[in-house]
Protein backbone atom coordinates (compact mmCIF):
# COMPACT_ATOMS: atom_id res chain seq x y z
CA UNK A 1 0.00 0.00 0.00
CA UNK A 2 1.45 3.51 -0.85
CA UNK A 3 1.92 5.14 2.31
CA UNK A 4 2.59 8.88 0.80
CA UNK A 5 0.40 11.28 1.81
CA UNK A 6 -1.77 12.85 -0.07
CA UNK A 7 -2.00 16.84 -0.79
CA UNK A 8 -5.56 18.09 -1.30
CA UNK A 9 -5.37 21.33 -2.44
CA UNK A 10 -8.77 22.68 -1.91
CA UNK A 11 -10.30 25.92 -3.65
CA UNK A 12 -13.11 27.70 -2.23
CA UNK A 13 -15.82 30.01 -3.33
CA UNK A 14 -18.39 30.32 -1.33
CA UNK A 15 -18.05 27.24 0.59
CA UNK A 16 -16.94 29.84 3.52
CA UNK A 17 -18.81 27.62 6.70
CA UNK A 18 -16.78 25.27 8.68
CA UNK A 19 -19.60 23.07 10.27
CA UNK A 20 -20.99 21.76 6.93
CA UNK A 21 -18.24 22.12 4.28
CA UNK A 22 -18.59 19.30 1.59
CA UNK A 23 -14.86 19.89 0.44
CA UNK A 24 -13.38 19.56 3.82
CA UNK A 25 -15.09 16.73 4.75
CA UNK A 26 -13.71 14.77 1.71
CA UNK A 27 -10.42 15.63 1.71
CA UNK A 28 -10.42 15.52 6.09
CA UNK A 29 -12.14 11.61 5.55
CA UNK A 30 -8.19 10.34 4.03
CA UNK A 31 -5.88 8.97 6.16
CA UNK A 32 -2.81 10.34 4.85
CA UNK A 33 -4.05 14.04 3.81
CA UNK A 34 -2.37 16.98 3.75
CA UNK A 35 -4.94 19.81 3.31
CA UNK A 36 -3.98 23.37 1.43
CA UNK A 37 -7.17 25.17 1.64
CA UNK A 38 -6.97 28.11 -0.84
CA UNK A 39 -8.88 30.97 -1.05
CA UNK A 40 -8.60 33.67 -3.65
CA UNK A 41 -10.71 36.85 -4.43
CA UNK A 42 -10.89 36.63 -8.26
CA UNK A 43 -9.76 39.73 -10.10
CA UNK A 44 -13.47 39.77 -11.70
CA UNK A 45 -14.86 40.79 -8.52
CA UNK A 46 -12.91 43.92 -8.34
CA UNK A 47 -13.18 44.64 -11.59
CA UNK A 48 -15.50 48.49 -11.91
CA UNK A 49 -17.96 46.95 -14.05
CA UNK A 50 -19.97 44.05 -15.59
CA UNK A 51 -20.25 45.35 -19.39
CA UNK A 52 -22.36 43.11 -20.75
CA UNK A 53 -25.17 44.61 -17.67
CA UNK A 54 -22.79 47.73 -17.00
CA UNK A 55 -23.15 47.11 -13.24
CA UNK A 56 -21.07 46.73 -10.70
CA UNK A 57 -19.67 43.05 -10.36
CA UNK A 58 -18.95 42.80 -6.75
CA UNK A 59 -20.16 46.55 -4.91
CA UNK A 60 -19.16 47.71 -1.46
CA UNK A 61 -21.62 45.86 0.90
CA UNK A 62 -20.62 42.69 -1.20
CA UNK A 63 -16.91 43.18 -1.16
CA UNK A 64 -17.37 44.25 2.72
CA UNK A 65 -19.35 40.41 3.46
CA UNK A 66 -16.33 39.07 1.49
CA UNK A 67 -13.50 39.81 3.65
CA UNK A 68 -15.33 39.28 6.81
CA UNK A 69 -16.57 35.94 5.69
CA UNK A 70 -13.81 34.98 4.19
CA UNK A 71 -11.74 36.12 7.91
CA UNK A 72 -13.78 33.89 10.06
CA UNK A 73 -13.57 31.21 7.40
CA UNK A 74 -10.09 31.75 8.01
CA UNK A 75 -9.57 31.86 11.79
CA UNK A 76 -12.21 28.47 11.94
CA UNK A 77 -10.11 26.77 9.93
CA UNK A 78 -6.64 27.53 12.54
CA UNK A 79 -8.94 26.24 15.05
CA UNK A 80 -8.51 22.99 13.62
CA UNK A 81 -4.92 23.32 12.39
CA UNK A 82 -5.22 24.38 9.00
CA UNK A 83 -4.11 27.46 7.72
CA UNK A 84 -6.48 29.09 4.71
CA UNK A 85 -4.20 30.52 2.07
CA UNK A 86 -5.19 34.09 0.65
CA UNK A 87 -4.77 35.31 -2.59
CA UNK A 88 -6.06 37.66 -5.39
CA UNK A 89 -4.44 35.87 -7.68
CA UNK A 90 -6.24 33.76 -10.33
CA UNK A 91 -6.64 30.02 -9.15
CA UNK A 92 -4.66 28.76 -12.30
CA UNK A 93 -1.62 30.99 -11.47
CA UNK A 94 -1.66 29.51 -7.76
CA UNK A 95 -2.20 26.02 -8.12
CA UNK A 96 0.50 25.19 -9.98
CA UNK A 97 3.11 26.71 -7.13
CA UNK A 98 1.89 24.21 -4.54
CA UNK A 99 1.46 21.08 -6.84
CA UNK A 100 4.44 18.24 -4.79
CA UNK A 101 6.23 16.07 -7.42
CA UNK A 102 6.67 13.64 -4.36
CA UNK A 103 3.48 12.92 -3.84
CA UNK A 104 -0.58 12.40 -5.03
CA UNK A 105 -1.82 15.97 -5.49
CA UNK A 106 -5.84 16.29 -5.48
CA UNK A 107 -6.71 19.58 -6.64
CA UNK A 108 -10.31 19.80 -4.68
CA UNK A 109 -13.31 22.23 -6.23
CA UNK A 110 -16.79 22.91 -5.90
CA UNK A 111 -19.25 21.97 -9.07
CA UNK A 112 -21.09 25.20 -8.07
CA UNK A 113 -17.64 27.27 -8.30
CA UNK A 114 -18.15 30.43 -9.77
CA UNK A 115 -20.88 29.15 -11.78
CA UNK A 116 -18.41 28.01 -14.47
CA UNK A 117 -16.49 25.09 -13.51
CA UNK A 118 -15.44 23.94 -16.67
CA UNK A 119 -13.45 26.97 -17.33
CA UNK A 120 -11.94 27.37 -13.91
CA UNK A 121 -10.75 23.58 -14.62
CA UNK A 122 -9.38 24.11 -18.16
CA UNK A 123 -7.68 27.27 -17.01
CA UNK A 124 -5.71 25.46 -14.17
CA UNK A 125 -4.59 22.56 -16.02
CA UNK A 126 -3.34 24.71 -19.22
CA UNK A 127 -1.37 26.33 -16.81
CA UNK A 128 -0.08 23.71 -14.66
CA UNK A 129 1.02 21.98 -18.62
CA UNK A 130 2.61 25.38 -18.98
CA UNK A 131 4.51 24.59 -16.18
CA UNK A 132 5.77 21.17 -17.57
CA UNK A 133 3.88 19.30 -14.52
CA UNK A 134 3.25 15.68 -15.17
CA UNK A 135 -0.32 14.84 -15.31
CA UNK A 136 0.56 11.94 -13.68
CA UNK A 137 1.10 13.91 -10.26
CA UNK A 138 -2.37 15.53 -9.87
CA UNK A 139 -6.32 15.34 -10.22
CA UNK A 140 -9.18 17.42 -10.43
CA UNK A 141 -12.06 16.35 -8.54
CA UNK A 142 -14.96 18.30 -8.65
CA UNK A 143 -18.12 17.72 -6.02
CA UNK A 144 -21.16 19.03 -5.46
CA UNK A 145 -23.13 19.76 -2.51
CA UNK A 146 -23.08 23.23 -1.74
CA UNK A 147 -25.53 24.90 -3.38
CA UNK A 148 -29.37 24.05 -4.60
CA UNK A 149 -29.88 24.58 -8.26
CA UNK A 150 -33.34 23.19 -8.41
CA UNK A 151 -36.36 22.69 -6.15
CA UNK A 152 -36.07 18.97 -7.80
CA UNK A 153 -33.57 17.83 -6.44
CA UNK A 154 -35.09 18.34 -2.81
CA UNK A 155 -39.02 17.48 -3.72
CA UNK A 156 -38.58 14.66 -1.98
CA UNK A 157 -38.83 16.74 1.10
CA UNK A 158 -41.69 19.13 0.55
CA UNK A 159 -43.86 17.31 1.52
CA UNK A 160 -42.43 17.51 5.17
CA UNK A 161 -42.68 21.32 4.72
CA UNK A 162 -45.59 23.27 6.02
CA UNK A 163 -46.30 25.82 3.01
CA UNK A 164 -48.13 28.74 3.54
CA UNK A 165 -51.07 29.85 1.22
CA UNK A 166 -51.81 33.55 0.32
CA UNK A 167 -55.11 34.44 -1.13
Not at 25 to 39: D, G, R, Y
Not at 60 to 88: H, M, P, W
Amino acid sequence: MDRRKTRFIVLFNRELRLHDNHLLSACLSHENAEVLPLFSFQPFLFQDKDLRWNTLICGDIRKKFYLEAVSEFQSSLRNIGLDLLVSRQKYSELVPLLIDPNQQNIILISDDFINDIHHVCTDIVDSLDHHNIDHSSYQIQSLWGNCLLDIKHVSHLLSQIQMATFR
